[in-house]
Structure formats: structure tokens, C-alpha cells
Nanobody, 120 residues
Framework: QLQASGGGLVQAGGSLRLSCVGS???????MGWFRQAPGKEREFVAA????????NYGDSVRGRFTISRAYGQTTMYLQMNSLTPEDTAVYYC????????????????WGQGTQVTVSS
């Protein structure tokens, strides 16, 4: 129901764009990105409302990452710039329970992850 792609290996300072394709049932749901590095807890990265009009970001990525989504669409993107080795993680996309979501919102639906590796 949620399919993430676009991960890969990139040098520090580089960019990557992740994509997440969701089923139509999520057209009125918030969607978001999370990541988990080895040995660390899952971390909130970014979230976007159902219409793309409201976004919020985790502190560690704000200003470098941009989440986007067209109005009512279920394809979501994460443009990641100025990557650092600390961004290395498996990135997961998720759909929320309601139309707006954030760090502490319930995220009920999860896709498989895509690996992002940033070399120094």
C-alpha cells in the first residue's frame, strides 16, 4: 500500500530524492517520512497534509530536506540536500490516521524502507 524508492549511496554534500507511492485510500490522509539508523530509534523526518498545504520537519533536517505532495495525491517526495553521514538510515514512508500529521501523530500505515547511505 506504500512503496518507497529512491535510496542509494551518495557522497556528503550531495542530494537524493525519495519517492513514496501510496494507494488511493490515502488521498485524504497525511503522509510522512521517518528514518532509522542502526542502533538508533526511529526518527521523525517530515510530514505533509493531505492537500500538500501544511508541512513540518524534524529539527535535524529542517532547511535541508523538502517534503512535497500534490493536492490529494498519494505520491509523496522527499528532496534531501546537503546530506551528511548522519543522514545514513533506512527511510520509511507512512500514512497517518487523519488529514494532518506530525511527529506525535498516529501513523497507522507503513511502507518498506529504502536505504540511504551517505559517505564522508
Amino acid at each position: 500500500q506504500l512503496q518507497a524508492s529512491g535510496g542509494g549511496l551518495v557522497q556528503a554534500g550531495g542530494s537524493l530524492r525519495l519517492s513514496c507511492v501510496g494507494s488511493r485510500r490515502f488521498s485524504n490522509n497525511a503522509m510522512g517520512w521517518f528514518r532509522q539508523a542502526p542502533g538508533k530509534e526511529r526518527e521523525f523526518v517530515a510530514a505533509i497534509s493531505w492537500n500538500g498545504g501544511s508541512t513540518n520537519y524534524g529539527d535535524s533536517v529542517r532547511g535541508r530536506f523538502t517534503i512535497s505532495r500534490a493536492y490529494g495525491q498519494t505520491t509523496m517526495y522527499l528532496q534531501m540536500n546537503s546530506l551528511t553521514p548522519e543522514d545514513t538510515a533506512v527511510y520509511y514512508c507512512a500514512a497517518g490516521r487523519s488529514s494532518f500529521g506530525g511527529r506525535n501523530s498516529p501513523w497507522d500505515y507503513w511502507g518498506q524502507g529504502t536505504q540511504v547511505t551517505v559517505s564522508s
